[in-house]
């Protein structure tokens, strides 16, 4: 849990619930999209899976207290953490129930979550448990549950290891430096905090590198200077087609 927020749902509904198998992917895929949101004076949830025992570096409590510090960048109105197995998430009715239950107290707009296409078999669970959840939410009679039935607008897919040919990307250059403030949180697993331990994907001298330049291509395509791919399964609507492809600056695309 993040302490002095919402973890029980609020009186009014929220527009836009983003899932996170473990704390830190929902800010290092999408941050830029739930600052957008917030700016826009939308309201925010992250809701995680797990509390990220399973992690290379780090604790659970470090990792809870880096949470809390993200939380209050990215202005969100409510967090939560599930507390289920860090790399044993599973599709089963013991784990759909609970992600159920937070669309429910949540009523979002938006759901968020990770894409079905990635390496990790955690996010590759939790996207088919998110998936079955946004479905089962809608059923008034769904078992494991007693709050009322909701229906999402819509469900959204980020992406993790794997990059499949997005619907849509959205345009973060103007969150860009506190995108970057939001995941430099997660110091323990960036290998930030000071302290020896393996080097892994996050914690290597090249991952920075390597992340500015993955969402500086999404960018470009946009013409922008950096952007944040998604994935959603039906048409976009445009109410305002000329604005929707107006060039930025002098990229014509």
């Known amino acids: 849990m993040t302490a002095d927020l919402p973890t029980t749902g609020t009186t009014e509904p929220v527009d836009v619930l983003a899932f996170g198998p473990h704390p830190d992917d929902v800010e290092l895929c999408a941050g830029g999209f739930m600052l957008r949101a917030a700016d826009a004076g939308y309201r925010t949830v992250i809701v995680d899976f797990t509390r990220g025992e399973a992690g290379t570096r780090g604790t659970p409590e470090t990792r809870e207290q880096e949470a809390a510090a993200a939380t209050k960048l990215l202005g969100l109105v409510g967090r939560e953490n599930l507390a289920l197995p860090d790399g044993n998430l599973d599709v089963c009715p013991e784990m759909i129930h609970p992600v159920v239950e937070a669309i429910r107290r949540w009523r979002p707009r938006i759901v968020l979550s990770p894409c079905r296409e990635d390496r990790h078999p955690d996010h590759i669970a939790a ?127």
Not at 141 to 146: I, L, Y
Not at 188 to 215: C, H, I, K, M, V
């Open 127 to 253: 996207a088919e448990i998110v998936r079955r959840a946004y479905y089962g939410a809608t059923i008034g009679k769904m078992e494991g549950t007693t709050l009322p039935a909701h229906r999402p607008d819509a469900l959204l897919e980020y992406f993790g290891h794997l990059e499949p040919p997005p619907s849509f990307i959205v345009d973060v250059s103007d969150v860009w430096e506190r995108r970057m403030a939001v995941a430099a949180c997660y110091a323990s697993q960036l290998g930030l905090d000071g302290t020896e331990g393996p080097t892994t994907n996050l914690a290597s001298p090249e991952f920075r590198r390597r992340y500015e330049t993955r969402f500086a291509y999404w960018g470009a395509r946009i013409g922008a200077r950096y952007g944040e791919p998604f994935r959603v399964d039906r048409m976009v609507p445009l109410d305002d087609p000329v604005a929707a492809f107006s060039k930025r600056g002098e990229a014509v695309l």
